[in-house]
């Protein structure tokens, strides 16, 4: 394919517009997160100046030496006394456990007393001998004789039932006594002695600290001044994280748009591609069309008429369609047009024949007279002279060419054969090109075939 061809091809496509996509401004995205490191450079050295002069300030190492001696005094007596307390806890634990116990234990003897005026078996034993001296005595009457008898019996029942409260009783003494033990052990655990050494080593600490007032003052101010930097600088780092995250964001939108626009792009050439091909396929069709739609035989049929004319002179080419003669336009008016086929053929001639080659005659001119005026000589040249373009053109009409003059008519009466042949099959000959053309079409059409190399045909 040519340059012009390629230029031509590549103008069918129609100019995708691109939208412009913003991409994130990395250059203010640095200088911002160079901006704040850069603050928060300055706030480090503003944290190490105040970091040495903490160091300025330093009570004796005596001093302190004596100071972490006491606090560790101080810390272990804590300990003693978190032991102490712990013990407390885990006996008052105890203690009112026990007395829940109890409780319940008293409520239930409660619950069984409170029916009768007994509260112990003695009582009931005491009533019992009583009422059965009364009776050994024989004074009392029948009525009341039976009346105390049954007395007794329902007393006897109830101290039967009066020996498990004894036993609750007997258990709630000895939760009593558990309880009494116990508080003794708590009072065991409040050590004044260690209470009087705790109070002894804060108030020693006390006079340091004070002592030492002034200086642990300003160490904590200092101290306050570099927290507070601190805090400034944690906000700078959260905001570079934020604008890093922000950053971040965008960009990724970015390369998502970038994505989705390229995508589209793709998808639109693709279409333009498609359509091209569809138009490509719909030209070469209407060529197909086209060619096959100029009369058949056309070409050979111009080529007999040019052979007669150069055979016979007098010969008359009769009209031609519009067909074939805008077939003819498209051939050299001087030389007779070979096949389809433009690959070098070799012909053999006869020993006897010459070929002469004519400068400026039209090889179709016919046998014309020489000297004008003058009779033309009957003698025949001793050898039969052909142009080569009219052997071309027998050979393509697979006529044989006269070898001498007087095989012409015989070569005249063959060409009017074929002639007559080829205009009688002219029509026939078209309609079936016309057929296989509009075949060839609906077969690009229902396939879509890629010509290719269908510039370097044309």
């Known amino acids: 394919m040519t340059s012009d061809s390629t230029t031509s091809e590549t103008s069918n496509f129609k100019f995708i517009q691109r939208r412009f996509i913003k ?13 704040l490191k850069q603050e928060i450079k300055k706030l480090d050295l503003a944290s190490n100046e105040l970091t040495a002069q903490i160091a300025k300030y330093q009570i004796d190492q005596k001093v302190m030496d004596e100071r972490n001696r006491l606090t560790g005094e101080l810390k272990a007596l804590i300990a003693k006394q978190s032991g102490s307390k712990n013990e407390r806890n885990a006996l008052n634990a105890q203690i009112k456990a026990i007395d829940a116990q109890m409780k319940k234990k008293i ?15 003695a009582e009931i034993d005491e009533r019992i001998n009583s009422l059965d001296k009364l009776i050994d005595a024989g004074d009392l009457k029948l ?41 003794k052990k708590i009072a065991a655990t409040h050590n004044k002695e260690l209470n009087a050494e705790f109070d002894a080593i804060q108030k020693k600490l006390d006079d340091i600290n004070e002592s030492n007032k002034s200086i642990i003052s300003k160490r904590n101010v200092i101290y306050d001044k570099r927290n507070e930097i601190k805090k400034q600088r944690d906000g700078l780092y959260d905001e570079i994280r934020k604008v890093k995250g922000e950053f971040d964001e965008k960009f990724a939108n970015f390369k998502k748009q970038m994505a989705e626009e390229k995508q589209k792009r793709e998808e639109e050439m ?31 049929i111009n080529t007999i008429h040019r052979l ?20 003819s336009q498209t051939m050299n008016g001087k030389s007779i047009p070979s096949s389809t086929n433009n690959a070098i053929r070799t012909i053999e001639f006869p020993e006897d024949l010459v070929i002469v080659k004519k400068e400026q005659e039209d090889f179709f001119v016919g046998s014309k007279k020489k000297n004008k005026g003058k009779k033309q000589s009957s003698t025949k040249p001793k050898n039969f002279n052909v142009a080569p373009d009219v052997v071309v053109g027998l050979s393509d009409l697979t006529i044989p060419f006269p070898t001498k003059e007087e095989d012409v008519p015989e070569t005249i009466k063959t060409l009017k054969e074929a002639l007559v042949a080829l205009e009688e099959k002219q029509d026939e000959q078209t309609k079936i090109n016309i057929e296989r053309a509009q075949a060839r079409i609906a077969k690009f059409e229902v396939e879509e075939v890629e010509l290719e190399g269908e510039e370097e045909e044309e």
């Open 107 to 121: 409520a239930e003897i409660n619950q069984q007393t409170s029916k009768n005026n007994f509260k112990s078996i």
């Open 143 to 183: 009525v009341d004789e039976r009346k105390y008898v049954k007395e007794m019996s329902s007393l006897r029942k109830l101290r039967r039932d009066f020996g498990s409260i004894e036993q609750t009783q007997a258990s709630i003494d000895q939760d009593k006594a558990k309880i009494a033990d116990l508080k």
């Open 308 to 327: 007669l004319t150069y055979f016979d002179p007098s010969y008359v080419k009769p009209t031609t369609t519009t067909a074939a003669k805008e077939m």
């Open 23 to 35: 991409r994130p401004d990395d250059k203010a995205y640095k200088e911002s997160i160079e901006s």
């Open 270 to 300: 693709k279409a333009q591609i498609e359509e091209e091909k569809k138009a490509k396929l719909k030209r070469r069709a209407e060529k197909e069309l086209a060619e096959a739609s100029i009369p058949a035989f056309t070409k050979e």
